[in-house]
T-cell receptor, first 113, second 114 residues
Framework: QQQVKQSPQSLIVQKGGISIINCAYE??????FPWYQQFPGKGPALLIA?????SEKKEGRFTISFNKSAKQFSLHIMDSQPGDSATYFC????????????FGKGTKLSVIP | GAVVSQHPSWVICKSGTSVKIECRSL??????MFWYRQFPKQSLMLMAT?????????EQGVEKDKFLINHASLTLSTLTVTSAHPEDSSFYIC??????????FGNGTRLTVT
């Protein structure tokens, strides 16, 4: 049972455009939803995270939108740049202070000039 | 920011030998460390959760006798792949956290078993 479903698998966006990656979860006990960015041969780096008590969180060009009733959350990258080309993973965990994450399958983003 | 260091970054070993991978939290004391495995173009799969001073908790399907985890201090956890075989070739990544803080990942170890 895949607890966090991520789409699309790959995404090509032109420089300056908006990249949108979606995730859906099944377990209503999840209460922490981070997004990670991973470059080839490197470990994931935390980009931004949200908890269910807010519907949106913005940090620079990155925004998480969260829909608790639909059990969905998404990452928006504004003004996408070639340097944003990487694989993005959404994740979820449950329990206060628990960071035992369940990851989505990842989205490979390519930003073309 | 918090830094997690993983060593080595890559290793090649012969089938049947054992390999040890280290994960260190450099500027904080990690109450919990996690070990993941990642196959090419796939997601991270949690292998085990390690708490300092206690036995690791392994995920279903992960052989505890094959993947030995030791978390002897608040800044160091090790993963030993025993009697490695080609199918163990993968990218192994650790992460570390302390109470109420985000998870930080190491840069991974590429293991190739020939």
């Amino acid at each position: 049972q895949q607890q966090v479903k991520q789409s699309p698998q790959s995404l090509i966006v032109q420089k300056g455009g908006i990249s949108i990656i979606n995730c859906a979860y099944e377990n209503t006990a999840f209460d922490y939803f981070p997004w990670y960015q991973q470059f080839p041969g490197k470990g994931p780096a935390l980009l931004i995270a949200i908890r269910p008590d807010v519907s949106e969180k913005k940090e620079g060009r990155f925004t998480i939108s969260f829909n608790k009733s639909a059990k969905q959350f998404s990452l928006h990258i504004m003004d996408s740049q070639p340097g944003d080309s990487a694989t993005y993973f959404c994740a979820a965990s449950k329990g206060a202070g628990s960071y035992q994450l369940t990851f989505g399958k990842g989205t490979k983003l390519s930003v073309i000039p | 920011g918090a830094v997690v260091s993983q060593h080595p970054s890559w290793v090649i070993c012969k089938s049947g030998t054992s390999v040890k991978i280290e994960c260190r939290s450099l500027d904080f004391q990690a109450t919990t460390m996690f070990w993941y495995r990642q196959f090419p173009k796939q997601s991270l799969m949690l292998m085990a959760t390690s708490n300092e001073g206690s036995k690791a908790t392994y995920e279903q399907g992960v052989e505890k006798d094959k993947f030995l985890i030791n978390h002897a201090s608040l800044t160091l956890s090790t993963l030993t792949v025993t009697s490695a075989h080609p199918e163990d070739s993968s990218f192994y990544i650790c992460s570390a956290t302390r109470a109420n803080s985000p998870l930080h990942f190491g840069n991974g170890t590429r293991l190739t078993v020939t």
